[in-house]
């Protein structure tokens, strides 16, 4: 299979989300040559302004669904290369309502990857490693690109569908593809129903944040600007064919980051509220990054507090752009919790 791969122009999905904005920016600061479009739905998790201090020249939003496969059609023709990053991402909206993540996570990527097939252009899959479900606290077992795919909720099954059907288009048409898989993500621009966002803009508000089941559940943490470079780089230099995980060695059990997330906000330690847990809550993610990193990728990004303070800092600063989603994400949290207490207290 072949590696290395030059490119001028690339469509990105959900370029206007919060992975798929900082890939982006990334591109857009670190290669000058390449121009990019994105095609994104601006559905509630996609927000323009995350991409609108890029000059136009450079990235181009084009609106529309990427299960529209006239439009991807007509996109895929002009592109070098895609990276799809597109999906619907929240595991308790995927348990409230899954009818969109099976629309547009396994019919958005075959329609992507139809086209990418019938146009022969290279194809980048942006996955997860929930695909893999979830491994033991006692234990110090990590996902590799060996494991079984396991996936636990309506949000890691249809993004699991969408692996499997990019590996069958690479085996029997040939489709060149790559997959990542990567684990959780922070950093700006995240969307204010994801854990650390949540809670950052909980404790500014003077609210007590949240934390599910007994808060020992652990998420191998990553810098979103580390993803970006990890996609690039697997994009660039990775083989044909191959899956590539991407960790950076950041396991932390839930219950350590919101203390830490207080600690900033000099709030107590206990000062949070223990509410339901998750329907079928994966406890544990671990990455083994050994195949990325003998690609010649390392993070840069490792030091966890650090990036912490400064997504705290920008979430700070950036009121404008987080509150208009706040009050609706609260509402249907409110709805979710039904004033239950959590398993640990509750
Ligand atoms: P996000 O929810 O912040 O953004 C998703 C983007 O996709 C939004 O801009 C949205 O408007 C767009 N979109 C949704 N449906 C669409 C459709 N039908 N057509 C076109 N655009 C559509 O998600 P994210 O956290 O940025 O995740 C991006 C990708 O990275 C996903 O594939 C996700 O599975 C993967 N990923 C995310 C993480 C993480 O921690 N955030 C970790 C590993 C993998
Ligand atoms: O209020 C909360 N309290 C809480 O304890 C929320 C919103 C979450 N949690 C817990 C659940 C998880 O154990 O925090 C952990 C992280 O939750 P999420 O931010 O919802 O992320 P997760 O479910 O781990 O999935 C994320 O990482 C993989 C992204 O949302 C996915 O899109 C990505 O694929």
Not at 14 to 26: E, M, Q, T
Not at 124 to 143: K, M, Y
Not at 170 to 189: D, F, K, P, Q
Not at 257 to 277: I, T
Request: hydrophobic content about 35%; overall charge negative.
């Amino acid at each position: 299979m072949a590696c290395g791969f030059a490119l001028n122009s690339i469509l990105v999905t959900g370029g206007c989300g919060f992975v798929g904005s900082a890939f982006v920016r990334y591109v857009v600061r670190e290669h000058p040559g390449v121009h990019v479009t994105v095609l994104d739905a601006l559905t509630y998790a996609g927000n323009p302004q995350n991409i609108a201090c890029l000059p136009r020249n450079r990235a181009e939003l084009v609106v529309g669904d990427v299960c529209d496969a006239k439009l991807v059609r007509d996109l895929v023709a002009k592109a070098d290369a895609v990276v799809h990053f597109a999906a619907e991402t929240h595991n308790d909206r995927s348990i409230a309502d899954p009818a969109p993540f099976v629309k547009t996570n396994v019919e958005g990527t075959f329609t992507l990857i139809e086209a990418c097939r019938q146009l022969d252009v290279r194809y980048h899959h942006v996955s997860t490693d929930e695909v893999f479900g979830d491994l033991p606290l006692d234990s110090p077992a990590r996902f590799t690109e060996e494991s079984a795919y396991r996936p636990s909720s309506p949000y890691s099954s249809s993004k699991a569908a969408a692996d499997m059907l990019v590996r069958a288009w690479v085996r029997t048409y040939g489709l060149r593809a790559t997959i990542s898989i990567c684990s959780n993500n922070y950093g700006l621009y995240q969307h204010v129903e994801k854990f650390i966002p949540r809670q950052i803009t909980n404790l500014i508000d003077g609210a007590r944040p949240k934390l599910y089941g007994d808060g020992r559940h652990v998420r191998d943490w990553i810098h979103v600007e580390d993803h970006s470079s990890a996609v690039w780089q697997i994009l660039t230099r990775g083989c044909v064919g191959e899956t590539y995980l991407i960790g950076a060695d950041g396991e932390r059990d839930n219950l350590s980051v919101l203390r830490e997330l207080l600690r900033a906000f000099g709030r107590d330690g206990d000062d949070f509220d223990w509410v339901r847990d998750r329907a079928g809550h994966d406890r544990r993610y671990a990455i083994d990054n050994s195949k990325l990193r003998r690609l010649g990728w390392t993070p840069t990004h490792t030091d966890f507090s650090s990036g912490l303070a400064d997504t705290i800092a920008w979430y700070k600063a950036h009121e404008d752009w987080w509150r208009p989603a706040k009050e609706a994400t609260e509402a249907l949290y409110r709805e979710r919790e039904g004033g239950a207490r959590g398993g640990c207290c509750g």
